[in-house]
Nanobody, 121 residues
Framework: QVRLVESGGGLVQAGDSLRLSCAASKLDFHSYAMGWFRQAPGKEREPVATINWSGDIVYYASSVKGRCTISRDAAKITVYLQMNSLKPVDTAVYYC??????????????WGQGTQVTVSS
């Protein structure tokens, strides 16, 4: 059974940095694009960043571009989201997701359970 387990969330102050990790198990890592999504209270889940199966194509939401970096480590079967210059509007539950190569992100195949990120002003 495929599992995606996020970690690294927490309570930080505005301007701080966090690195989120998503460890995948029983996932054919090279066959999946990986992504980070977030959902703030009362809002819909939105994409934050995605990375293709080979790691050479990345996407960032305009709200985080220049502040976040997504990366993947095939040896560790892990995807990361480095977030810098955090703002209170970044407060949300952050989810890791996996989408089979070539299928896009309209309906990811797997989701993690989420990790809370809270940024105080």
């Amino acid at each position: 059974q495929v599992r995606l387990v996020e970690s690294g969330g927490g309570l930080v102050q505005a301007g701080d940095s966090l690195r989120l990790s998503c460890a995948a198990s029983k996932l054919d890592f090279h066959s999946y694009a990986m992504g980070w999504f977030r959902q703030a209270p009362g809002k819909e889940r939105e994409p934050v960043a995605t990375i293709n199966w080979s790691g050479d194509i990345v996407y960032y939401a305009s709200s985080v571009k220049g502040r976040c970096t997504i990366s993947r480590d095939a040896a560790k079967i892990t995807v990361y989201l480095q977030m810098n210059s955090l703002k209170p509007v970044d407060t949300a539950v952050y989810y890791c997701a996996a989408a089979l190569r070539g299928t896009g992100w309209s309906k990811p195949d797997y989701w993690g359970q989420g990790t809370q990120v809270t940024v105080s002003s």
